[in-house]
């Protein structure tokens, strides 16, 4: 949901000033396709602004992202610059979060996700799981490709049976389990799990690579 705030009782600037930025900021939404509900008074101190509501998974509206047009603040600051017509202007400020609070926007995230994180978001990506500790130095060999590959991946070096490494994994909705023991360093592989899929067989660090590329890439 998106909310057009139009000038608050206090403010500064003209209202041929104030007419002028809710018209652009109007303009804007029309050429942008976007429909809104209008929010009286409640635009800043120095401009309108766009607000974008959110809705979390109980149903609640919070307002994350703005965007507010700002005619007033540059010329109070003296703000110029020089056009095509080598004379001076004063600029147009355009004040911009994308996502708002960020303690605010992954709290929702949170909530949404339940923890359960898409790969690209997920802060922990992998986890690499010795069968022991005989093979933790694959481990960190298999560890250090992915790294420089970009993924967000750890060792669980602990002494604990293999069942309980997954388990813990599972609770902590870890999307990836590569687990390493005496045939994947036989065969220079790894044993891949994906979590609620379960096991996608036995292949090189550079095929996982590959096949998880896409979900990878982060969302913009």
């Given amino acids: 949901m998106v909310k057009f705030s139009t000038r608050p009782e206090k403010r500064v600037g003209s209202d041929e000033i104030w007419d002028k930025a809710e018209a652009a900021l109007a303009e804007a939404t029309k050429l942008a396709g976007l429909d809104y509900i209008l929010n009286p008074g409640e635009g800043a101190f120095y401009g309108p602004k766009l607000e974008f509501t959110l809705k979390d998974s109980l149903g609640r509206d919070w307002q994350c992202g703005t965007i507010q047009v700002d005619f007033n603040l540059p010329q109070r600051l003296g703000a110029e610059y020089v056009g095509k017509d080598n004379q001076k202007h004063i600029p147009v400020m355009l004040h911009r979060a994308a996502v708002g609070s960020i303690e605010r926007f992954l709290g929702i995230l949170i909530e949404e996700f339940m923890g359960d994180f898409p790969l690209w978001l997920a802060p922990v990506q992998a986890r690499v799981l010795p069968i022991s500790e005989k093979f933790v130095d694959y481990a960190k060999q298999v560890e250090k490709e992915l790294v420089n590959a970009g993924v967000r991946v750890e060792v669980d070096e602990s002494n604990e049976k293999l069942g309980y490494k997954i388990r813990q994994c599972e609770l902590q909705k870890v999307p990836y389990l590569l687990i390493v023991g005496e045939k ?11 979590r609620k899929e379960g096991d996608k067989g036995s292949m090189k660090v550079a095929d996982f690579l590959k096949m998880t590329e896409e979900d990878r890439k982060v969302v913009r």
Avoid: C, I, N, T
């Avoid at 994947?184 to 994906?194: M, Q």
């Fill in 184 to 194: 994947e360093v036989a065969d220079g592989v790894v044993s891949v799990r994906r």
